[in-house]
């Protein structure tokens, strides 16, 4: 009977031990990870990126920004949306010193082309 204790007794123990590993063994996460975290599956980060696109290429196109609207950024490719082909035409004319501005305003966006396509605009 004495034996049968000190083995079920042993058998907790282990039990104990192994619990309080898995317990102690998960640290705290650090604030700023878990922010990211946050920010990520939020989009926050992708919000403010895009509002930042919108003002350099404000910046950058000038006037004619009025009639184009800033589309997704993939792969270094910037999309704009042109209010009509007309100006299409002239932004392809501008196409380098566009993206020279857009790469001087924003260095770590990664842009590297523009592609252009009619559509609508608000």
């Known amino acids: 009977m004495n034996e049968n204790l000190r083995e079920q007794f042993e058998d907790f123990e282990r039990r104990r ?8 063994a998960r640290k705290p996460k ?20 895009g509002s930042e696109r919108d003002e350099a ?3 950058a196109a000038g006037e004619v920004a009025s ?3 800033v589309g997704a950024l993939r792969r270094g490719v910037l999309q704009i949306e042109v209010a009509n082909s007309l100006q299409m035409q002239e932004l392809t004319f501008r196409k380098e010193e566009l993206i020279a501005k857009l790469q001087t305003a924003l260095p770590d966006a990664g842009i590297k082309q523009l592609k252009f396509r009619v559509g609508q605009v608000k």
């Open 17 to 24: 031990a192994t619990q309080q590993r898995r317990f102690f």
């Open 30 to 49: 650090r604030i700023d990870n878990v922010l990211a975290q946050v920010m990520q599956r939020k989009g926050y980060a992708q919000i403010k990126a």
């Open 57 to 59: 290429w404000i910046q």
């Open 67 to 69: 009639a184009t609207r």
